[in-house]
Nanobody
Framework: QVQLVESGGGLVQAGGSLRLSCAVSGRTFSNYAMGWFRQAPGKAREFVAA????????LYADSVKDRFTISRDNAKNTVHLQMNSLKPEDTAVYYC??????????????????WGQGSQVTVSS
């Protein structure tokens, strides 16, 4: 069974930074493309960023491009999301997800089989 555990969320002022981490256990981490999604109150969950198995391919939502950076450490079975220049509209529960099937990372929820429990990020104005 694959388990994903997010950490690093919290409260930050606008313009600040946070780094989310997601620890993965249960299978060979390097076989998974990884993604980050978020869900704000009253809104549908949306794609944030994704990274390929080797880390050579990354994808970003337009709303976070140039502010967020996704990375992975296959030796430590961990994926990170560095979030800079945070805005109040970035407030959401952030989820990491794992896709064991595709070589290239995807933007759609259905492409990911395993999900973490979520980590709250709150950005105050």
């Amino acid at each position: 069974q694959v388990q994903l555990v997010e950490s690093g969320g919290g409260l930050v002022q606008a313009g600040g930074s946070l780094r989310l981490s997601c620890a993965v256990s249960g299978r060979t981490f390097s076989n998974y493309a990884m993604g980050w999604f978020r869900q704000a109150p009253g809104k549908a969950r949306e794609f944030v960023a994704a990274i390929s198995r080797s880390g050579g391919i990354t994808l970003y939502a337009d709303s976070v491009k140039d502010r967020f950076t996704i990375s992975r450490d296959n030796a430590k079975n961990t994926v990170h999301l560095q979030m800079n220049s945070l805005k109040p509209e970035d407030t959401a529960v952030y989820y990491c997800a794992a896709d064991p099937s595709r070589l290239r990372p995807g933007r759609a929820e259905y492409e990911y089989d395993y999900w973490g429990q979520g980590s709250q990020v709150t950005v105050s104005s």
